[in-house]
């Protein structure tokens, strides 16, 4: 189990690269991008989670970049994606994490991921078709 106190900083420290990636990946814009993880670490220092371990606190970061990210960049890709997909996908197309550690990092069934990752791909694919995202 992490420690409450100072988990804010600690994630920072640790997963901030990360997270400013992942906010890249779904904006296109550094300033944006900026935002966004800034917004995220505030939030976990406002309300900081009962996490188990780094996994789980990198997880809940990821996630909450990319719900943010989806509501402020409706443009997005993404955005286009339910948030349990979102997730998913940056994971494995951004992070490249293969379907048995997004599984592991999750915490969900190995089975459910690879569901959930066929379901990103034709949402996205109908959104390509229908000419909403690049």
Request: glycine share 2%; aromatic share 8%; net charge negative.
């Amino acid at each position: 189990m992490l420690k409450q106190e100072n988990l804010a900083l600690y994630a920072f420290q640790t997963f901030g690269d990360n997270a400013l990636r992942a906010a890249y990946c779904c904006t296109g814009s550094l300033a944006a991008a900026e935002q966004t993880a800034q917004a995220v670490f505030a939030a976990l220092r406002r309300e900081p989670p009962v996490l188990s371990d780094d996994a789980a606190l990198k997880a809940w970061i990821l996630r909450n970049v990319i719900v943010l990210c989806s509501r402020r960049s409706p443009a997005h890709p993404f955005a286009e994606l339910p948030p349990h997909c979102a997730e998913i996908a940056y994971l494995y197309e951004c992070e490249h994490y293969s379907a048995s550690e997004i599984a592991e990092l999750l915490g969900r069934p190995e089975h459910t991921v690879l569901t959930q990752l066929t379901e990103c791909r034709r949402i996205l694919e109908e959104a390509k078709a229908e000419g909403d995202c690049a």
